[in-house]
């Protein structure tokens, strides 16, 4: 697995890492596309300044990471959405939740540092530092879906090992999921997540990026957070680059389509071509 993505970091695009690479003289050509991970560091501000990196080309922008990577920031810039679970950011402002809740720091990653607590007595008898607590909902099933701007790329139901991944862990100790593949046009709530994604994007204008989400027990859709920083393994950077290239081969379907449809619907197994062009298929 490891030299699989190894070769797609070499052979497939460029990666400048800023502990590595920073202050080295790199080839850098800033007319390229960047997926982004740098956030507000001081280098990665500094790379972006030096080789004069244009937000034009960019997927992801500092100052839109900085609120997904934070998820009270988030929640309060979406506290009136349909899909934020009641939240609040004082430890004694969750008297006012329906318990259970979960705890979570605001920087916290892999599920570190998250507990569940089923009383406020509970929660008070925790040593854990907190900065979000929020309404635990009856879940069902857990999906991570990558995007690229508005568009769904890649949807992963994360599996747990354990029958309740987080109340079953230590707060120490990582999430355990096993991130398993979905067929897009089986799932009966993208509807939802396209409308999510279309809110999300109208405040935040993120290029590459992931929802976690959460379907309970009713249906209902619950962004549980948002990442900016999304792991990029080489059967998931194959697939982005698929996507980036669509939006040069749309224009050119449409053409084709357009002035050699007779021998086009000759073909048996063609590809249907207008659907492509809607969106409603891809090429992979």
């Not at 030299?3 to 202050?23: E, P, Q, S, T």
């Not at 907190?130 to 992963?156: C, G, I, T």
Request: net charge negative; hydrophobic share 35%.
């Amino acid at each position: 697995y490891g030299k699989i993505n190894d070769v797609c970091l070499d052979n497939l695009f460029n990666a400048f890492y800023a502990k590595g690479d920073y202050k080295k003289d790199l080839d850098v050509d800033p007319k390229l596309p960047l997926i982004y991970y740098g956030g507000n560091s001081k280098e990665g501000l500094d790379f972006l300044k030096r080789y004069n990196v244009s937000e034009d080309v960019m997927y992801n922008l500092p100052e839109a990471m900085k609120v997904s990577g934070n998820k009270s920031d988030f929640y309060k810039m979406f506290k009136d959405a349909d899909f934020i679970p009641k939240a609040v950011y004082k430890k004694e402002d969750a008297k006012d939740l329906q318990f259970p809740i979960i705890a979570k720091p605001d920087d916290g990653h892999s599920g570190l540092g998250i507990e569940i607590f089923d009383t406020y007595e509970d929660l008070e008898k925790s040593k854990g530092k907190f900065e979000n607590y929020s309404e635990a909902k009856d879940l069902d099933k857990e999906f991570r879906v990558l995007l690229m701007n508005e568009d769904p790329v890649l949807v992963h139901e994360r599996v747990s090992l354990n029958e309740n991944e987080i109340k079953d862990k230590e707060a120490d100790e990582q999430t355990e999921f096993t991130y398993v593949d979905q067929d897009m046009s089986k799932l009966d709530f993208m509807d939802k997540v396209n409308d999510i994604c279309k809110k999300v994007r109208k405040k935040l204008k993120l290029g590459l990026w992931s929802i976690d989400l959460m379907i309970d027990k009713s249906g209902d859709c619950w962004v549980a957070e948002i990442n900016s920083a999304s792991g990029m393994a080489a059967d998931k950077m194959v697939r982005v680059y698929v996507k980036v290239y669509e939006e040069y081969i749309k224009p050119i379907y449409k053409i084709n389509l357009k002035e050699n449809a007779s021998q086009i619907k000759r073909s048996k197994c063609r590809v249907n071509y207008q659907d492509i062009i809607d969106g409603k298929e891809t090429i992979l």
